[in-house]
């Protein structure tokens, strides 16, 4: 059969087949791909997207020429998200395209309801809002995170057949895994309003989306998008440029008066448009607890605190962590690694000179690495308040710049700040963003942020400076910055094991109305593999199904709690990190010959 555009520009005419699929109805064309309603060989309605192979940005695609939205769209199996039907390849007209079969949702885009109706209610807003981060929290918690990245009014359904809880993110175009390298996407099929500020400059994290959603409350609360400007005669430049000077001024908040809108949904907005992602809500969970009064969310200042492309002075303020804080009695479990931290890392920091006078190096830092949710951004944090040191958080996105030797002003003031207020400790997550291979596809500014890295690192141990590093990922970094003298020491956190997970469930249930007779040893052997993070969900779970019996949290709502919440991380997974750890301990920048192992055995 010879195909033929339309007079709509479609591949596909209405009553033509692609592959086993009719087409009904030609639906829309956008840059790379175009999208028909059509029947499968049931005769059941399907959505099918088709993509144009030549179209695609590199970033797109990986290295096996599969294209990232479709390995995504597999994943997909939550009410909130589009199921994934099938996927296959075509030949037409000489070119190479990718079909897409997705279920089919009779409905329309949250965009299109509201110039049909007008606005919602503040009660159907926070609906709205929180089925978009139900659907954005399993994304996030998938073993390989992926982050959405284009999360807008075009980009919800709404099922006319269901209420707001019925709703779906579509459109995964933009998705990303979250450890994939830092890549710009293309900003001329982007809505730069729900940009945050770091996707600006090529980098996509959790946080993204949680901005992005907080752009999306502002717009359905107010009727306008936030900190708006006219951008129609700008060039792609300009447009950058307008919109993040834009957000350095005070965010406008609207004195209007709405049944049920109060400084709590107010504050969560403020807190989700935050320029820092660190300010952000951390969790798409932690941001649904806000909206639904579970956390008590404090007004923060709308006035941005971070500059776009300079290290501002938020982020250059050290706190001073608390020394009579709990340090590593509020770490459940992990004793063997507690012990090795005392005796390599704490007591050379506490007792420089001792080491000095025998000619011991004092180290200049260490790598913490594992799979995610196992604690390791808590460990640093606590390891601060044990070592008494002051404490410095970091993410790659407030040291990366989209400008010429920006990044590394950033980095060498950074390093500058902590030395002045030495001792200091830096702690880095997310390591693998700032610093990846530069022997990878990277862009010449990681290469330069990389190098700077390795100049400030040396002998800082001398200048009463410690690193911590974080990362899901220990293999993508650079391998110069793993050698000796920079980060000295690399801890594997793994999956806590019997023993801790008993911890973590006492832990977790200390402060709340619990009944007696908890078994911790059978809780723990249920929970075999789960990470850290599922056993507090598990808890969260099990005290919100207690709030609604108006009962103790009792051992059989934990089982059942527990029966319903699968490990997020799956045993593959887990067998790929046991896999990086063996690489990582065997590797020659890791070890000596003569050097024990580190890291649990």
Not at 187 to 214: H, K
Not at 265 to 284: G, M, T
Not at 437 to 447: G, P
């Amino acid at each position: 059969m010879t195909f033929v555009l339309n007079i709509h520009g479609m591949t596909f005419n209405k009553g033509e087949k692609i592959n086993q699929y009719m087409v009904s109805f030609p639906h829309k064309q956008s840059t790379h791909a175009e999208t028909y309603r059509v029947k499968d060989a049931n005769g059941k309605t399907r959505f099918l997207k088709l993509i144009d192979y030549s179209k695609l940005n590199h970033n797109q695609i990986d290295d096996d020429g599969n294209i990232f939205e479709i390995e995504i769209t597999k994943q997909c199996n939550h009410h909130n998200l589009c199921k994934y039907i099938d996927s296959g390849r075509i030949f037409v007209n000489g070119k190479q395209w990718a079909y897409l079969v997705t279920e089919f949702v009779s409905g329309e885009t949250l965009s299109q309801k509201i110039i049909r109706d007008g606005g919602l209610d503040v009660y159907s807003i926070k609906q709205v809002a929180i089925s978009v981060l139900n659907g954005l929290q399993y994304f996030h918690s998938l073993p390989r995170p992926v982050v959405h990245g284009d999360v807008t009014m075009q980009n919800i359904l709404v099922n006319l057949d269901g209420g707001w809880e019925d709703l779906k993110l579509i459109d995964y175009g933009h998705a990303r895994y979250l450890d994939q390298q830092p890549s710009k996407s293309n900003l001329n099929t982007s809505n730069l309003f729900y940009y945050a500020p770091e996707c600006f400059s090529g980098v996509l994290q959790i946080q993204s989306d949680i901005y992005s959603v907080g752009v999306l409350l502002y717009q359905l609360i107010y009727g306008e998008l936030p900190w708006f400007i006219d951008l129609s005669r700008l060039n792609a430049s300009e447009r950058i440029d307008r919109v993040l000077n834009e957000r350095t001024k005070e965010l406008k908040i609207p004195d209007i008066k709405k049944f049920e809108l109060d400084d709590q949904l107010v504050n969560c907005v403020v807190k989700a448009l935050s320029y820092d992602a660190e300010d952000r809500f951390q969790s798409a969970e932690e941001f649904i607890r806000g909206l639904s009064g579970e956390l008590k969310v404090e007004r923060q200042s709308t006035k941005k605190k971070i500059l776009s492309d300079s290290f501002s002075d938020k982020t250059t303020q050290i706190r001073l962590s608390d020394k009579s804080g709990p340090g590593f009695a509020a770490i459940a479990g992990m004793e063997e690694l507690k012990t090795q931290l005392m005796e390599e890392v704490i007591e050379p920091l506490h007792h420089p000179e001792d080491y000095k006078k025998y000619g011991v190096t004092i180290p200049n830092g260490m790598l913490l690495y594992g799979p995610p949710g196992c604690g390791k951004t808590f460990f640093a944090k606590h390891f601060a308040e044990e070592v008494g040191f002051n404490f410095m958080c970091i993410t790659p996105a407030s040291l990366k710049s989209r400008y010429v030797n920006a990044t590394q002003e950033n980095i060498a003031k950074m390093f500058k700040d902590a030395e002045e207020k030495a001792p200091t400790i830096i702690f880095i997550d997310e390591m693998n963003e700032l610093v990846p291979n530069r022997e990878s596809n990277v862009h010449e500014m990681s290469r330069s942020a990389v190098n700077e890295m390795l100049a400030q690192m040396d002998r800082t141990g001398e200048k009463g400076i410690f690193i911590i590093g974080a990362t899901n990922y220990p293999h993508t970094i650079d391998p110069a910055i793993l050698r000796a003298g920079r980060l000295d020491k690399k801890y594997y956190i793994g999956v806590p094991d019997k023993e801790a997970r008993k911890a973590l469930f006492e832990l977790y249930l200390k402060n709340r109305p619990y009944d007696f007779g908890i078994d911790y040893d059978e809780l723990a052997d249920l929970t075999e593999n789960y990470v850290s993070a599922d056993i507090q969900l598990i808890v969260n779970n099990a005290s919100r199904s207690a709030l609604k019996q108006h009962s103790k949290i009792t051992m059989n709502i934990l089982k059942t709690t527990i029966k319903t919440t699968s490990p997020s991380i799956t045993l593959e997974e887990l067998e790929r990190y046991e896999k990086i750890k063996e690489n990582m301990e065997n590797n020659s920048f890791n070890r000596k010959k003569d050097r024990e192992r580190i890291g649990f055995k």
